[in-house]
């Protein structure tokens, strides 16, 4: 079943409106309205780049481009465009569409097709009976080196989490997301709510917490969804209060104890909700009983047939929901050899309780942002004065985590005294960070140094991570 | 030094580091309004656990929302 024809099932319900700031779509108009017009047909078979500026743009080029492009690659909001020439190597891209007269490809990506869509559907003769054939979802997520990682779904993988949460749509819903519907979590609400025939109402790109609320409130959005840090910072916006909704959801990010806390207090009458989801493993599970973490019982095969194991220490999931592969020459295997999506979040019991106690590789996620700890260090240690450091993260309410850095100098000649011993660190503290400013992201210097005597080394000769 | 004072510095450090421009910190000034961006807040938050000892939203009920709120949770945390 295609994207569209999930639509059209529904469409004996009433075809909800897309709720977006100053344009709504009604769904059901789609039957003989189009934003790519009669120009659809050129586009069949073909490996397509929807890369937009407008998420209410994206969002249609995937219902008219599933079941006629062979792949269709969903560029994320603020993709920089030195990562586009590899996202078009990796996913072959052959054709491309835009919401912008200006978002042609660079010329030197070299002969793409570009087909600029309409803002807003206009009408036309659409022939959606054509035979439709499987098309590959490619979305993108942060990777290791830099460079976006390119993940490969289908429409049954992307949905497959709809099995398990099916009460999610009684009575009505009206959802709204912090999240950019081109990202996983933002796409999951997306795709839930044109299955379901709900109304959506995503956050305008430029839109600040507080605004994206009162506009939410205003809608009367039943069902929210964002990572810990986007409720962090709607909750310090003080824009709650207006908001009544009926369920909220955390996914992404590790939901801390406080956050829950924070947001059950915030909306009483809610059921505060974290999942754990990623763009590789899929929606693995919810967890409803207001604490961190997830019951012992979780573990096992559920009634869906996914698969949570935790005999590894890390947690691993083989489901319906899991991405086929990472596209690209030479990309790792998506799955391990049990065929379980293994992201490295480490786990510890309590009780009766796992716990995620960081990432293993040591990858820092500071407010939805990856941080290698080896990046930072190498800055670190390029000062002369350092002999080595170790970057870790540090638990933050704000951010979930930040960086921190703890640095062994070089001995000393200047450190006659306890008195010069200090002063020198501090110097030398002082330059490590202006350094790290100048050559690292924001997210990635760290907020605090500490000088220490020594770091912890191995048998192996590599450096003690232990996150914290 | 107070805790006041020691939240004020800590504000004014962070906002030149990462180059923001900070609003006056009066007691109803809102966060959301002070200038600063999530990463700053982060940073205050972990240098004011280092020199306070304490992180107050490990207990906080509710998320302060103006520069008031924020100073009451680390004045009102009891050590």
New interface residues.
């Given amino acids: 079943m295609t994207l569209w024809e999930a639509i059209a099932r529904r469409a004996a319900k009433p075809a909800g409106p897309w709720l977006d700031a100053g344009c709504p779509v009604a769904l059901g108009s789609l039957a003989n309205a189009s934003i790519l017009g009669g120009r659809l047909e050129t586009l069949r078979g073909r490996s397509v780049m929807v890369s937009t500026e407008h998420a209410l743009t994206a969002a249609l080029a995937l219902i008219e481009l599933d079941g006629v492009a062979r792949r269709m690659v969903l560029c994320t909001p603020g993709l920089a465009t030195e990562h586009l020439p590899q996202v078009v190597r990796d996913a072959q891209v052959d054709a491309w569409v835009t919401d912008a007269t200006g978002g042609a490809p660079p010329p030197e990506l070299g002969s793409i097709s570009c087909l600029v869509a309409h803002r807003v559907p206009q009408p036309c003769e659409v022939d959606r009976r054509s035979e439709a054939s499987a098309t590959e979802w490619v979305l993108l997520t942060s990777g290791t080196t830099g460079g976006p990682k390119l993940v490969a779904h289908t429409l049954a993988s992307l949905t497959a989490a709809f099995a398990q949460l099916p009460r999610l749509e009684q009575g009505a819903p009206i959802w709204s997301t912090f999240y950019d519907v081109r990202r996983y979590g933002g796409l999951q609400i997306l795709l839930r709510a044109l299955f379901f025939g709900s109304l959506l109402l995503p956050a305008g790109a430029d839109e600040?917490?507080?605004e994206f609320l009162g506009r939410a409130a205003a809608a009367g959005v039943t069902h929210i969804s964002g990572t810990p840090?986007h409720w962090?910072?709607a909750?310090?916006?003080?824009a709650t209060g207006q908001l009544r909704p009926d369920y909220v959801r955390l996914s992404g990010e590790i939901a801390d104890q406080?956050i829950l806390?924070?947001l059950r207090?915030?909306f009483p009458r809610a059921v505060v909700a974290h999942a754990f989801a990623s763009t590789e493993a899929g929606v693995a599970f919810e967890v409803q009983d207001g604490l961190t973490g997830f019951p012992a019982s979780l573990a096992g095969t559920s009634a869906e047939g996914v698969r949570i194991d935790v005999s590894r220490g890390t947690l691993r999931i083989q489901s319906p929901g899991n991405a086929s592969r990472y596209l690209g020459e030479g990309a790792p295997p998506i799955k391990d050899a049990e065929g379980f999506v293994d992201l490295g979040d480490r786990l510890e019991m309590r009780g009766e309780r796992w716990y995620f106690v960081g990432r293993s590789g040591g990858i820092i996620n500071?407010?939805g942002l990856k941080v290698h700890p080896e990046e930072v260090e190498a800055v670190i240690n390029s000062h002369p004065q350092v002999r080595m450091s170790l970057v870790k993260p540090?638990r933050?309410?704000?951010?979930g985590t930040?960086v921190?850095a703890e640095v062994v100098l070089v001995d000393g000649e200047t450190a006659e005294s306890a008195e010069n011993a200090e002063a020198h660190a501090k110097r030398v503290c002082r330059e490590i960070l202006q350094t790290c400013?100048e050559r690292l992201a924001?997210?990635k210097v760290p907020?605090?140094i500490r000088v220490v005597a020594a770091l912890e080394v191995s048998a192996s000769g590599k450096l003690v991570r232990r996150d914290a | 030094m107070t805790v006041r004072s020691t939240v004020t510095s800590m504000f004014e450090e962070v906002a030149r580091e990462q180059q923001r421009r900070l609003a006056p910190l009066t007691d109803t000034l809102r966060l959301v309004e002070s200038g600063l961006d999530s990463l700053s807040f982060a940073l205050i938050v972990a240098r004011l656990e280092e020199a306070l000892g304490y992180d107050p939203f490990d207990t906080a009920a509710s998320f302060p929302v103006t520069f008031g709120d924020f100073v009451g949770l680390y004045e009102k945390y009891p050590r």
């Fill in positions: 600040s917490p507080g840090s962090r910072k909750l310090m916006s003080g406080a806390d924070a207090a915030a500071v407010g540090r933050n309410p704000i951010t930040v921190t400013r924001a997210h907020a605090l």
